[in-house]
């Protein structure tokens, strides 16, 4: 894996008025195939690039926080463009502000953040057909288990 210093990505909403760039690689991506998020995304499963919230850079504009219900009950904050209202990214109850779940769609080139796992599999819609190699859990996974050692580094700087 090549080092946090050679990765950025940029993304947007759809009007573009919230612009925003990642400035390292993230700390793991997870296709997560719940309900919710098949709900909240009105698709099949979402995209989320986890990453700390101060390597969330904004170029432009500013997102407005919509608390939102989640699976776990503890809650979840979506940042949404006040205008076209697209997700860019979520805090969920757990991780507090620290950890930003950056929506890959919103990137201008999702295809460089494939999943490093699919999660919450045992609600996938059938016709989605995982591809081998990628690990995939019927529900959540200890971080401690999958992550690579410098994201779980990075995770132990950010939290203690
Ligand atoms: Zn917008
Ligand atoms: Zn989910």
Redo the contacts with the bound molecule.
């Keep these: 894996m090549a080092s946090d210093d050679d990765f950025s990505a940029e993304g947007?909403?759809?009007?573009?008025?919230?612009r925003f760039r990642m400035t390292s690689r993230p700390l793991f991506v997870n296709c997560c195939h719940c309900r919710w998020c098949q709900r909240e995304t009105g698709a099949s499963f979402a995209l989320n690039a986890m990453i700390e919230a101060d390597r969330v850079v904004l170029l432009q504009?500013a997102p407005e926080v919509v608390d939102t219900p989640s699976n776990s009950g503890k809650g979840q904050k979506i940042s949404r463009?006040?205008?076209?209202?697209?997700a860019l990214w979520s805090n969920y109850g757990g991780g507090g502000g620290r950890v930003r779940f950056v929506r890959v769609g919103t990137l201008e080139d999702p295809d460089r953040l494939p999943p490093d796992i699919h999660i919450f599999t045992s609600s996938k819609q059938p016709w989605v057909v995982l591809p081998p190699g990628t690990p995939a859990v019927a529900e959540y996974y200890n971080s401690d288990e999958v992550w690579p050692a410098s994201s779980i580094a990075r995770r132990k700087a950010l939290f203690g």
């Design positions: 947007r909403c759809t009007c573009g008025a919230v504009g463009c006040p205008t076209c209202r697209i």
